[in-house]
Structure formats: structure tokens, C-alpha cells
């Protein structure tokens, strides 16, 4: 606190008031000033000490000039220091300690500092008080009538008090006494922030002394850090390297040592966490000042590659006679995604040749049971459990069957798989006009008019729909048909009554074959108040349980055109799927998946950690302050990832990245230089000190290469100036080594 005071700084802020937890060994849990119940460490005892000590309680406190004193001091070792203050009742206050290192430098040891006993002369007579703020308020020493007094200056500040006695008090010094450390400072930047194994340029470190810049005789600086390694170049253009258990060690003038620390840069090494740079510099008077740059290494983020979606097991063609029951066993999904993910996939299953069923919990009918079709959703484990169940019966004549199974998992990925069935014989009673000469039937086939068009909101009569069905037609029994649209409604009658579910989007009736065409031959369509594609589809299953199907198109023009849906995620963790193009999705708070599966999206997160995968391209993605995971494929996307340690996956072309302001930064893979993709540096560069001259642009952004050459990193500096804090806005990972402007080529600025 001293030090920041001594080297003007308004406020000091100290990180954080109570414990995280108490009983942990892990140091980010122990950085409070108290502990996590409120107890108070000998940190906060002595900050509280210094405080009441140094408090003046004069009503002219806030507005009296301070005075000058003469004074040296003795014996003071090479780190250390003292300040001096005086309180509006005329006292002095002296702060004398040892800046000595008391921990590390490898591993927190604690290194134990001996008081140093050191001489304080003033040249004039005075009451004098001492007092250590680490043990308490009250007075440890006291020497009246005396112009000189020895004391122990330990690793921590000791306060003297200076009450000079009438008429003795000298005039100000010309230059600071001898060991009185005012006027050297260091100019530094704000915590850096880095990859493991990454290495970044730690620019504007400057270290300040007029008087050593003036003094003969050469200076000593060094360079140290806890886990990473640090590098320089000296004026010969040798490099020189050191670690946290070699130093780098450098001598030459202030000018000189300035210059090579602004070559410095620093590797992270393997482990994530906090690291510091610690900077030594010893002037010619053997006095030494010290400053540290705070590290924060982050893990190296590997994009996990891409879902594969599902795949389905299942056994060979099958056989079954006519009429009887088969069990298809071995019919599994297999979603390595889905196995480790919440959130329901859509399962599937039809027949033709016969009839299908499954069974669900408790041994009850999954719905569409005893039909061609089912539909079912549930987790991964409840539909392999269900499709354990799936059983096959054929009809009542020998045909070439099918069942199909189609599942979709939590992202929208889907796979298919056709499991041929064999049915063989017939039950008897299939003969005439409906048997070929091996006694098979054919099964129904339905005609239909090509596509049809009709205007939004208009009425179209669908006429040559037809049942074509040789056994069906000579034969007695009920057919059943299904008819489903889309885009609009539909209807039909029967015998001049309209059929249940006439305008609605399906309808469904039994009867002959007579009968079945005779409704046909009244179905209309329709169409709903919205230009979009729509569709009708029909499904015949005739007396043997032979089935048909076919679609007719329908186009629907005027109209308003199709409302862009919209889905809002909620305060907890979601899986969204997105499946109709132009959606809008706010996700919320949560730490959310997102997949897109078609165009024209707009995705906005909240500040979670959130992973958004889009592959088909022309989306807008905006993420918040946490660390996501984006990748995209295709063209035309536009990726503002915010704050946070992002990464971003692109495998496809044309796609703008907004590069994050301080704060932020991207971990970029994927060809992102090389396939037409434009980095939009606008955001960044407002809120610099940018005032939009490309001539000065360089002073505000900066490439740096990896150390192997395989990475590229784009540095940014808010201030534009020399010793400015700077800060990593992105990593071009497998880029190679990239300039400046082969970059701005492929930038927007």
C-alpha cells in the first residue's frame, strides 16, 4: 500500500475482504483479508493498525500544507524504503521497511527476514515514538530530546513519529537524503492474459529514475516468473531466456535496460492458473526497486471435433409367413452425443407388407401400434428399450416388405436404415383378379393430378385421385386411407356428409374400395393465409394390409409471407434445435446448446458458457461474457462471441468474425485467413483511443507469432502508446506467422 501511495496512485483496492471457503488449501481460497467466518488474519490487523495510526483527526486535516523535513537514514539494506507524511498537528510520520522477498520464488516458502537495525538522523532535536502496525497501536520504542535514534526495520513498514522540539528544525534538503527512495517508479501494464504454452509480447514496462539516468556507473536488472519463461534482447541482439529458477540477469544504463525490457516476452507453461512477472532493477547506489505483472494463463481450448450424430444397428433381410407375428431383434441407436446429453431424440418406425408395434413402459402400446407407422419420442435409453420391442406381422398374402427406422437426436442429426421383410405363402382366399400367377398380390397404387396451385386463403377442388387396387376391388372387407396436408386444410364427404376431420390437416376413414374412391372424389383443399410450400399426402392400406402412398404438391402464392418463429430459452440450461430457417432465439442465462439446421437464424445468448453449432451458414450468432464453443460451416455467418475465452471453429467461407474489445479473446480454427473470411476489427478499435488514421493504426495493433511458428496472435493496445497495457484479441491457431498487413487485407477497420 506504501508503495502504490509513494508512487502516487489515488486508491489502493485490495483483493478480496473474506476467505472463499475456509479449510481449503487452494490459493484463489485464500486471498481474503479475513477469514471466510469473519475472523481477522494478521493482513487486515495491520492494514486496520496503519489506518489508525496514520489517521489525523484535525479539524484542518482536509487543508493545511505539509511542511519539509531534513533527514537520512543508515544502514537501510537494499530493498528497503521509507516515505514520510506529516499530520496537520505538526507531527512527522516516517514509514521505514525492507522490501525483501518473504515467499517463492518457486514454490511459496516462507523466507524468514531478519530486522535490519537501522540509523535515523534529522540534524535537529525532537521526541521520537515508534510504533509496528503488524503487532498494534501502542509504542515499541520512544527517545526524547534526541537528533538521531536506531531502529529495527524488519520485512514490513515500522511508523516513527517525529515531534520536533521548538527552534531546532533545519531547512528543507536541496536533493533527497541518501536512502530515501523518492522520484524511481516503474511504468507497467495491467494483468496480462495468456494460453498455456502460448507466448505473448509484454509490452510498456519502463522503469523511471531520473537520478540513476544521470548517475555513472551501470545498473542490474532482473527478470523472473513462477511458471512460465521469460525472454529479452540485449543490446548485442543476444536473446536471453529465464524460468522461474533462472533469472534472466541483465547490466547497463537506464536507457539500455529500458530498451531490452521492451523486448520482453513470456511463455506460459503447461498448467493453467496465475503466474507473475517479477522485475528487479538495482540503481548505482546499490538500492533496489521492484515490480510484478499479474499472469493469467488459461487452459489451451482443443475444439472437440464436431457430433457424428446417430447411427442404427439392426439384423439382415428378414422372413414371415403370411399372417404370422415376428420379432426383429438387434435394432439399436448409437449416439455418442446423445448418450451424455439431456433432452428428447424423435424416433420413427414404419411398415409396408404387414404391420408394426412396440411397447413402451410397463408394457403398454406405443401409440401407432397395429398400424404402418410410429412416432414416439424419449430419451436415447427409452427408445432402445422401446425398439427392443419392435415386432413385425405380416399380411395376409406373400409380398416384398419394408420396416424403416429414422431417428433424430437432440441436435437435429439424423440417420435412416430399411430392413427388407420376406413374406412368404398366403392365408388362403387370395385368388382372381387381384393374383398374379404365382398367387402374389400387387398391393394398392393411388394416381393423383400433378401438382396443384391455389391462391392463399381459396378453396381448390383436387380431382383424379384414384385407388388402383385389382384384389381390393374384387374382393369384400374395408380399405383404410389417410389423408394429411400441409400449408392448409382439406375435406371430404361421404355420401354427401362431410367426413370427420374435413378442414383440419388430416383425415381418416374406412370402407370399400368403392367407397374409398367415391370420397376421394371429393377432396378439396383449403389453403391457409401464408405463401408457403404445402402438401398432401395419402395413405391406402388395403384387406391384405398392403399399403400406398403418395404426395401431391401444392403451391400457395399471395399471401403474407411466412412469420420468422421465435424461440426464448429459459433461466436454466436448454437444448435448443432450430429447424426452420429465419428463426430468432434468445436463449437466456443458462449454460445453453444451440443447433441450427437451416439459414437466416439470429442467436442471441446470455453470459454462459454456450455452445452454438451452425453448418449450413447465413446465421447471426452473439454470445455474451462467457466462454462459448461456436462452430459453423457454410457462408455468409456473421460471429460476435463477446467477452469471455471463446472458441471459434470455421470450416466453411465468407464468414465475419467481430473481434472482442478488452476483455475478450477468440481462440480461431479452421482456414479463417485463407477462405474469403473478413475479421471486423470496428468494435475493437472503438473503444481504443483509435482516432481512425491508417497511419497510426500500427501503434494500436500488433501480430506476434508463436514461438514454433504455427500460430499467430493479434495484440492490441487501447492507449496506442508505447508502454500502454496490451492484451491478446485473438489466436489464428495453424495460421503460421502472419504480418500485420496480410491480416488488415483480410479485415474490416
Known amino acids: 500500500m506504501l508503495d502504490s501511495f509513494q508512487e502516487g496512485d489515488a486508491k489502493t483496492f485490495l483483493y478480496e475482504l473474506l476467505d472463499q471457503r475456509t479449510g481449503s488449501t487452494g490459493p484463489q481460497d485464500n486471498f481474503g483479508l479475513f477469514l471466510s467466518d469473519g475472523t481477522p488474519k ?35 539494506p537494499g530493498g528497503g524504503n521509507s516515505y514520510l507524511m506529516q499530520k496537520s498537528d505538526g507531527s512527522y510520520w516516517l514509514a521505514v521497511w525492507d522490501d525483501a522477498r518473504i515467499s517463492g520464488p518457486v514454490t511459496p516458502t516462507d523466507i524468514v527476514v531478519a530486522p535490519v537495525p537501522v540509523t535515523l538522523n534529522l540534524g535537529f532535536t525532537a521526541n521520537i515514538k515508534v510504533f509496528d502496525p503488524l503487532t498494534g497501536i501502542t509504542v515499541i520504542q520512544t527517545a526524547n530530546g534526541v537528533s538521531n535514534v536506531t531502529v529495527s526495520v524488519p520485512d514490513h513498514p515500522v511508523l516513527v513519529e517525529i515531534l520536533p522540539i521548538s527552534g ?26 495468456v494460453t498455456t504454452g502460448q507466448t505473448i509480447a509484454v509490452t510498456g514496462i519502463q522503469f523511471n529514475d531520473a537520478a540513476a539516468g544521470k548517475a555513472a556507473g551501470a545498473l542490474a536488472l532482473n527478470v523472473s516468473s513462477l511458471g512460465g519463461k521469460s525472454t529479452i534482447t540485449d543490446g548485442t541482439g543476444k536473446v536471453l531466456t529465464g524460468t522461474g529458477a533462472t533469472p534472466i540477469f541483465a547490466q547497463g544504463t537506464l536507457a539500455q535496460l529500458d530498451a531490452e525490457l521492451a523486448t520482453l516476452s513470456y511463455t506460459a507453461g503447461a498448467k493453467a492458473g496465475r503466474d507473475e512477472l517479477s522485475i528487479t532493477v538495482t540503481d548505482q547506489s546499490g538500492a533496489s526497486f521492484g515490480v510484478a505483472v499479474q499472469v493469467a494463463v488459461t487452459a489451451t481450448v482443443v475444439p472437440p471435433p464436431p457430433p457424428s450424430g446417430p447411427s442404427i444397428t439392426a439384423p439382415g433381410p428378414e422372413t414371415v409367413a403370411a399372417g404370422q407375428k415376428l420379432t426383429i431383434t438387434g435394432v439399436q441407436i448409437a449416439d455418442a452425443y446423445a448418450a451424455s446429453h439431456p433432452g428428447q431424440l424423435a424416433l420413427s418406425v414404419s411398415g409396408t407388407g404387414g404391420t408394426i408395434a412396440m411397447t413402451g413402459a410397463g408394457g403398454i402400446a406405443v401409440a401407432g401400434s397395429g398400424t404402418g407407422d410410429i412416432s414416439v419420442q424419449g430419451t436415447l435409453a427409452q427408445l432402445n428399450a422401446e425398439l427392443a420391442s419392435l415386432a413385425f406381422t405380416a399380411g395376409t398374402a406373400s409380398s416384398t416388405g419394408q420396416v424403416s427406422v429414422e431417428v ?10 430399411a430392413i427388407p421383410v420376406s ?69 371430404m364427404t361421404d355420401a354427401g356428409k362431410t367426413l370427420a376431420g374435413s378442414d383440419t390437416s388430416s383425415i381418416f376413414v374406412q370402407g370399400t374400395f368403392a367407397q374409398i374412391n367415391a370420397d376421394l372424389a371429393t377432396l378439396s383443399y383449403t389453403a391457409g393465409a401464408t405463401a408457403v410450400p404445402g402438401q398432401i399426402s395419402l395413405q391406402v392400406y388395403d384387406q391384405l394390409g398392403l399399403s400406398a402412398t403418395t404426395e401431391l404438391p401444392v403451391s400457395i402464392t399471395g399471401g403474407a409471407p411466412p412469420a420468422a418463429p421465435t424461440i426464448t430459452g429459459t433461466a436454466g440450461d436448454d437444448n435448443i434445435v432450430a429447424t426452420v430457417d429465419h428463426t430468432t432465439i434468445n436463449s437466456g442465462a443458462g449454460n445453453d446448446s444451440i443447433f441450427l439446421s437451416g439459414t437466416g437464424d439470429v442467436v442471441t445468448t446470455g453470459n454462459g458458457a454456450n455452445t452454438v453449432m451452425g453448418f ?44 472482442p474489445k478488452f476483455g475478450g479473446t477468440y481462440n480461431l480454427f479452421g482456414y479463417v485467413l485463407q477462405n474469403s473470411d473478413l475479421l471486423d476489427l470496428r468494435p475493437l478499435l472503438a473503444a481504443t483511443s483509435w482516432n481512425g488514421a491508417q497511419a497510426t493504426l500500427a501503434n494500436f495493433l500488433n501480430t506476434t507469432a508463436s514461438p514454433d511458428g504455427a500460430n499467430t496472435m493479434l495484440v492490441v493496445t487501447p492507449t496506442g502508446a508505447a508502454t500502454g497495457a496490451s492484451y491478446t484479441a485473438a489466436t489464428f491457431n495453424g495460421s503460421g506467422a502472419v504480418s500485420l498487413t496480410t491480416l488488415l487485407s483480410h479485415s474490416l477497420t
Not at 433424430?408 to 436404415?417: I, K
Not at 396443384?452 to 381390393?472: C, E, N, S, Y
Not at 455474451?624 to 469471455?644: C, F, K, Q, W
Open 408 to 417: 433424430y437426436d437432440q441436435l437435429g442429426l439424423s440417420t435412416n436404415l
Open 616 to 659: 449450413v451458414g447465413g446465421n447471426t450468432i452473439t454470445t455474451g461474457s462467457g466462454n462459448d464453443d461456436i462452430r459453423i460451416g457454410g457462408s455468409g455467418s456473421v460471429v460476435n462471441a463477446g467477452l469471455g475465452v471463446n472458441t471459434i471453429s470455421d470450416g466453411g467461407t465468407g464468414n465475419t468474425f467481430a473481434l
Open 42 to 76: 494478521p493482513a487486515a490487523t495491520a492494514i486496520h493498525d496503519l489506518l489508525t495510526l496514520l489517521a489525523d483527526p484535525g479539524s484542518t486535516a482536509s487543508s493545511f500544507q505539509p511542511g519539509s523535513m531534513n533527514y537520512s537514514l543508515s544502514g537501510l
Open 168 to 193: 531546532s528544525t533545519t531547512a528543507p534538503p536541496v536533493n533527497p537524503p541518501p536512502g530515501n527512495l523518492v522520484g524511481a517508479s516503474f511504468t507497467v501494464p495491467g494483468a496480462e492474459t
Open 423 to 491: 413374406v412368404t405363402g398366403t392365408t388362403g382366399g387370395a385368388t382372381g383378379g387381384g393374383t398374379t400367377g404365382g398367387g402374389t398380390t400387387a398391393g394398392p397404387s393411388i394416381t393423383a393430378a400433378g401438382p396443384k396451385t391455389v391462391a392463399a386463403g381459396q378453396k381448390l377442388a383436387i380431382t383424379g385421385v384414384q385407388v388402383v387396387d385389382t384384389f381390393a376391388a374384387t374382393h369384400a372387407g374395408a380399405l383404410a386411407l389417410n389423408v394429411s396436408s400441409t400449408g392448409g386444410a382439406i375435406a
